[in-house]
């Protein structure tokens, strides 16, 4: 049973940057796909990136517009998203998931089934 906690939320400044961690504390995170998803109320949750476990690739949404990189750190068993020149509208709740797959495709949301709780990124000035 694979469990992920995410951490590295906050508020962030216009044009500033973020870093987000996913870790799965008593399983290796390493040998699945993760996922970076956000969502903001009211609207459907919306895939950023995703990172395969069996040969690191990785697949960027149109939503990241480049903005975003997925990585992975397999001594520290994590999975980090990278923002740079974050904006108002990145205003989310951000979530890691994964399928227990372990090869990333585009897919909807909706097949992904094990998630963190989600950490609030809140870009302001």
């Known amino acids: 049973q694979v469990q992920l906690v995410e951490s590295g939320g906050g508020s962030v400044w216009p044009g500033g940057s973020l870093r987000l961690s996913c870790a799965s504390p008593?399983?290796?995170?390493?040998?699945?796909?993760v996922g970076w998803f956000r969502q903001v109320p009211g609207k459907e949750r919306e895939e950023i990136s995703c990172?395969?476990?069996?040969?690191?690739?990785?697949i960027n949404s149109d939503a990241a517009k480049g903005r975003f990189t997925i990585l992975r750190n397999n001594t520290k068993n994590m999975v980090y998203l990278e923002g740079n020149d974050i904006q108002p509208d990145d205003t989310a709740t951000y979530y890691c998931?994964?399928?227990?797959?372990?090869?990333?495709?585009?897919?909807?949301?909706?097949?992904?089934?094990?998630w963190s709780q989600g950490t609030q990124v809140t870009v302001s000035s």
């Open positions: 998931a994964t399928d227990g797959g372990t090869v990333c495709a585009r897919r909807h949301y909706n097949v992904f089934d094990i």
């Open positions: 008593g399983s290796n995170l390493n040998r699945v796909l």
């Open positions: 990172i395969s476990s069996s040969d690191g690739n990785t």
